[in-house]
């Protein structure tokens, strides 16, 4: 690529080119240009002529009568100088900025995963569904694992199998697809004869989902959650419930770990 076809003198450029005080790389740059802007020496001769009648005039004024800061030559130099100085504080002030908003977005980011719940999702979800009419809030109803199974299959790469939960009471219900920032999440719900409830909840991972294994309790509803694969999974169910706890307790020893 030629950057000097690109190149456009400033004013400030051809006053020092007039004045012989360019240099080298500059005086080079618009001697190219003069070559394809032959009108442009005009400009630059007329510029010549003028600092010289400023020359012959300031000649008739006694040295001491004239002020360092009036010489010509002086002028132009710290306009340069000025610019220049100018344009570095514009950059200084752009790298400023630049890096406080880096340094801003990092600390919200720590902000957030100090403050973020763990699959605080899959708690919502349960609060939002797992009531008295959750089986008319599934999108596949089922009792089958096989057709629930296929169903996350069908949104989810190498789903984890479904959790057996008949041997503690708990048979499904049928299945919701969820969204999350990441992509489509979903949730299962199971049920046992007395309607109570547990959620099991699949979700792609994000940027602030970087947790392992673990579980926490909000109120009265305990979430245990790990990662396996591709996703993470985690099982919703009521806290302190005699009906949950085997479920609960066979969960944990068989959990994934990160």
Known sequence: MNTSAAFTP???????????????????KIEAYLE???EALREIEQLRQ???????????VPATALPARLDPFRIRRELRSRTQRRVAIAASLVLTLSLGT?????MRDMSMRKTYLPMADATQAYRMF??????????????????????????????????????????????RLMASDKGAAAMVLYQNPQGQAVVYYVRPPGELFNFGSGNRQDGNL??????QGRYFYAVVSPANNPATLPVQRAIEPDRPQT
Do not use: C, I
Not at 50 to 60: F, K, P
């Open 130 to 175: 797992a009531g008295n009419d959750m089986a008319q809030a599934v999108d596949l109803k089922s009792s089958e694992s096989a057709p629930l199974q296929d169903w996350l299959n069908h949104h989810f790469v190498q789903a984890a199998p479904l959790p057996d939960f008949s041997a503690y009471g708990f048979k499904p219900v049928g299945g």
């Open 36 to 38: 394809r802007h032959p």
């Open 222 to 227: 305990l979430t245990q959650y790990w990662r």
């Open 50 to 60: 003028d600092a010289q009648a400023l020359r012959l005039a300031l000649e008739a």
């Open 10 to 28: 400033s004013e400030l450029d051809l006053q020092a080119y007039a004045d012989g005080q360019a240099d080298a790389t500059l005086r080079n």
């Open 102 to 106: 880096l340094g801003g977005w990092q």
